[in-house]
């Protein structure tokens, strides 16, 4: 019921423990600001794998007195948690070090060896973010941009964004290590550093943003919605389906809410025997359905309500 893979995550913890470890290595040779900041990056992304693999041992618990819909939710709280260190300190850690660099420029030594580790990281960064679009297109329809607005799978689109970000931070490590060899000047290494923290900076609003919407619940796949209301008003008996409710608890795990009006012909006993195969029909048909309710509502109290 938990988001995306246990192999997508370890894989990224693998390949960023190795990068931060070198990446450090590099930075105590060379003195290089954006080196520095590219291993606190690995570290905090390191960390934050850690995280997404406790959350999803915590989401997978079964429902209990206190939680009766379960910890699923747990998945989505834990990704929110992830996006505020990427924000305060990945972005916030980078632009820090970028400045402090600028202020006190210092030349980088040794700077093939920045460029063998950068090499080697981003073909570790490359290994996991493919690992993580494979779970991530494995559902998607549309744009990339869509995608990422309507995905209920925020553990992968963690490693996806971070993947990404450390691909371009790679990159513009590089450049402002180039720049600095090339023209003498260790300012463009610092600069290399605050941009950085402005990528990380903004792909962590984006995961705020996308895991609150998660955390406060968010409803499931239109054509879902469409189908679960075409299963029920199938069923004999049903004259109206007023509405389709539903919210997710998990990636997979949806909770659904059904009012439907019934034939005023039928006795109470017959609108039981219906409610029962129409939860029995939406959660065998839609293996997402963690739970279906149906509550008889009549057209006109409907109407009033309304």
Same mark, same amino acid.
């Given at each position: 019921m938990a988001g995306g893979s246990t192999r997508t995550i370890l894989i990224a913890l693998g390949a960023n423990l190795g990068i931060a470890v070198a990446k450090f290595v590099a930075a105590a040779f060379t003195g290089s600001s954006a080196m520095l900041t590219e291993g606190v990056h690995s570290m905090v992304d390191s960390t934050n794998q850690l995280l997404l693999l406790h959350g999803r041992s915590r989401a997978v618990k079964p429902a209990d007195a206190l939680h009766p819909f379960g910890y699923g939710r747990e998945l989505y709280f834990w990704s929110f948690i992830v996006a505020i260190l990427v924000f305060a300190l990945g972005a916030g850690v980078s632009v820090f070090e970028g400045v402090m660099h600028i202020l006190h420029p210092e030349p980088a030594e040794s700077p093939l060896i920045a460029f063998a580790v950068l090499g080697v990281a981003f073909g570790l960064e490359g290994w996991s973010i493919l690992a993580a679009l494979g779970d991530f297109n494995r559902g998607r329809r549309g744009t990339v941009w869509a995608a990422i607005r309507d995905t209920k799978d925020a553990p992968t689109l963690v490693i996806l964004l971070e993947d990404s970000g450390a691909l371009v931070g790679l990159v513009v490590?590089? /450049? !402002? /290590? %180039? =720049?600095? /060899? =090339?023209? %003498?000047?260790? /300012?463009?290494? !610092?600069?290399a550093s605050v941009v950085i923290g402005l990528v990380l900076g903004a792909l962590a609003l984006i995961l705020l943003y996308e895991a609150k919407g998660l955390l406060i619940g968010e409803s499931a796949d239109p054509q879902l919605v469409a189908a679960i209301r075409a299963t029920a008003a199938a069923h004999t008996g049903v004259v109206r389906v007023h509405e389709v409710l539903t919210v997710h608890s998990a990636p997979t795990m949806v909770t659904v809410i059904i009012s439907a009006d019934f034939d005023d012909t039928i006795t109470a006993r017959d609108v039981e025997r219906i409610v029962l195969a129409i939860e029995t029909d939406v959660s065998s048909r839609f293996p997402l359905v963690a739970r279906v309710y149906v509550r008889p509502r009549d057209s006109a109290t409907e109407a009033l309500d309304g």
């Amino acid at each position: 019921m938990a988001g995306g893979s246990t192999r997508t995550i370890l894989i990224a913890l693998g390949a960023n423990l190795g990068i931060a470890v070198a990446k450090f290595v590099a930075a105590a040779f060379t003195g290089s600001s954006a080196m520095l900041t590219e291993g606190v990056h690995s570290m905090v992304d390191s960390t934050n794998q850690l995280l997404l693999l406790h959350g999803r041992s915590r989401a997978v618990k079964p429902a209990d007195a206190l939680h009766p819909f379960g910890y699923g939710r747990e998945l989505y709280f834990w990704s929110f948690i992830v996006a505020i260190l990427v924000f305060a300190l990945g972005a916030g850690v980078s632009v820090f070090e970028g400045v402090m660099h600028i202020l006190h420029p210092e030349p980088a030594e040794s700077p093939l060896i920045a460029f063998a580790v950068l090499g080697v990281a981003f073909g570790l960064e490359g290994w996991s973010i493919l690992a993580a679009l494979g779970d991530f297109n494995r559902g998607r329809r549309g744009t990339v941009w869509a995608a990422i607005r309507d995905t209920k799978d925020a553990p992968t689109l963690v490693i996806l964004l971070e993947d990404s970000g450390a691909l371009v931070g790679l990159v513009v490590a590089a /450049l !402002g /290590l %180039g =720049l600095s /060899l =090339l023209t %003498g000047n260790p /300012l463009w290494d !610092g600069m290399a550093s605050v941009v950085i923290g402005l990528v990380l900076g903004a792909l962590a609003l984006i995961l705020l943003y996308e895991a609150k919407g998660l955390l406060i619940g968010e409803s499931a796949d239109p054509q879902l919605v469409a189908a679960i209301r075409a299963t029920a008003a199938a069923h004999t008996g049903v004259v109206r389906v007023h509405e389709v409710l539903t919210v997710h608890s998990a990636p997979t795990m949806v909770t659904v809410i059904i009012s439907a009006d019934f034939d005023d012909t039928i006795t109470a006993r017959d609108v039981e025997r219906i409610v029962l195969a129409i939860e029995t029909d939406v959660s065998s048909r839609f293996p997402l359905v963690a739970r279906v309710y149906v509550r008889p509502r009549d057209s006109a109290t409907e109407a009033l309500d309304g």
